[in-house]
Structure formats: structure tokens, C-alpha cells
T-cell receptor, first 114, second 113 residues
Framework: DGGITQSPKYLFRKEGQNVTLSCEQN?????MYWYRQDPGQGLRLIYY???????QKGDIAEGYSVSREKKESFPLTVTSAQKNPTAFYLC?????????????FGPGTRLTVT | AQSVAQPEDQVNVAEGNPLTVKCTYS??????LFWYVQYPNRGLQFLLK??????LVKGSYGFEAEFNKSQTSFHLKKPSALVSDSALYFC???????????FGSGTRLLVRP
């Protein structure tokens, strides 16, 4: 899983609570990404950041928020507005914001909301 | 719109036999294509990519993929499968923005001893 860490590995929350997932990288990569993975589906992009203090919505940003205050950190908050938050969340980074550079993934956080 | 399809949910192969995991794509323009592998409860690992040039791309762990423009395919292959190759494999294509990857739904590869 390279130099990307995600914590915690498993996270349990009650419905209606916001929760923040951590993602840290020591690869000196400029770009960072958050994906959601559901069974039988590919990865779907939630948010993307090309540089510090800048980020863009992906395909399924509703109910999520991010920040990029430091190059190495890109935390994801799953808000109570996210209708179906239970999923496996993956953080990734790449050396630039162009897709020709492969993305390196963290080990993931499995979030369960009941 | 850019899209990628993996027509097989699961591929079963005996150890030592060749394996193929299929991927077809639909893009406008020249495609950037990728293969990733995911082991249980882990993140994805990059295997190989096609940007331009030789249609046969070699990657990690003995895997290779063949880009076929006329058939819009990018099948993943390995001459001799190992039990340890058993995992979930994802094909991906560049999306409509240069930063975005569009992933297929994944193919589970099961290599039996």
C-alpha cells in the first residue's frame, strides 16, 4: 500500500453522526483522491485535490466534505446528509493531477453506519 | 462518455494454466488504460498501464495486457497462473477529465491448486 496510511481500518458510527476518515501520504505527491467502493461495483470518485487548499467534487460528492490544508493530508468527512454511508473508503495519491501517472492507494477504511 | 466494462464477474483457472481477464472500453480520443489488483480488505495496487506505443504492455508480477484498438479491448493476461494471483482485478480508463479514472466493476480471479 505504499506510503499512504488510512485510519482507522474499521469504523462504526450511529446514523446522524458525522465521521472523519484520515488519509496521510509521505510520497510527496501533489494529487490526492477519495473513492468509495461498494460490493459488485467499481470505485467511484468522491473528491479530488490537485494542490494544497484546492479540491474538486467527483461523481458522488453529495454528503461528503474534504479539506487539503497540508500536502500530505486529505481527510474526508462523511456527514449525516450522506444517505447510505456504509462502504469501503479508499484514499489515493499520484505525483501530479494527470491520470497518466498511476495512483497509489491506501489500505482503506471500512465504515459501518447503523 | 468514457466507460469501461469487465464482462466476467469471476474467472476460474487452474494453477499453471494461462489466464485472461477481459476488459473493453469506450472512449473518445486515445485511451489511457490501467489494470489494478485488490487483495481482500486492502487497497488497490497498480499493475500496468497503456498510454501509447507498443500494444503489449508488461507489468508487475508477470502480468501483461494487450491493447487492441479495433476491438476496443485491453485484456489482462499471464502465461502461468499462481494461487497467489487470486484477487479482485479492476480495469480503468481515463475519464472525461484528465485527473479522473473510471473503474470497471471488477473481476474476481480464482486460481485453484
Amino acid at each position: 500500500d505504499g506510503g499512504i496510511t488510512q485510519s482507522p481500518k474499521y469504523l462504526f458510527r450511529k446514523e446522524g453522526q458525522n465521521v472523519t476518515l484520515s488519509c496521510e501520504q509521505n510520497l510527496n505527491h501533489d494529487a490526492m483522491y477519495w473513492y468509495r467502493q461498494d460490493p459488485g461495483q467499481g470505485l467511484r470518485l468522491i473528491y479530488y485535490s490537485q494542490i494544497v487548499n484546492d479540491f474538486q467534487k467527483g461523481d458522488i460528492a453529495e454528503g461528503y466534505s474534504v479539506s487539503r490544508e497540508k500536502k500530505e493530508s486529505f481527510p474526508l468527512t462523511v456527514t449525516s446528509a450522506q444517505k447510505n454511508p456504509t462502504a469501503f473508503y479508499l484514499c489515493a495519491s499520484s505525483s501530479s493531477g494527470t491520470v497518466s501517472n498511476e495512483q497509489y492507494f491506501g489500505p482503506g477504511t471500512r465504515l459501518t453506519v447503523t | 462518455a468514457q466507460s469501461v466494462a469487465q464482462p466476467e464477474d469471476q474467472v476460474n483457472v487452474a494453477e499453471g494454466n494461462p489466464l485472461t481477464v477481459k476488459c473493453t472500453y469506450s472512449v473518445s480520443g486515445n485511451p489511457y488504460l490501467f489494470w489494478y489488483v485488490q487483495y481482500p480488505n486492502r487497497g488497490l495496487q497498480f499493475l500496468l498501464k497503456y498510454i501509447t506505443g507498443d500494444n503489449l504492455v508488461k507489468g508487475s508480477y508477470g502480468f501483461e495486457a494487450e491493447f487492441n484498438k479495433s476491438q476496443t479491448s485491453f485484456h489482462l493476461k499471464k502465461p502461468s497462473a499462481l494461487v497467489s494471483d487470486s484477487a479482485l482485478y479492476f480495469c480503468a480508463v481515463e475519464g472525461d477529465s484528465s485527473y479522473k479514472l473510471i473503474f470497471g466493476s471488477g473481476t474476481r480471479l480464482l486460481v485453484r491448486p
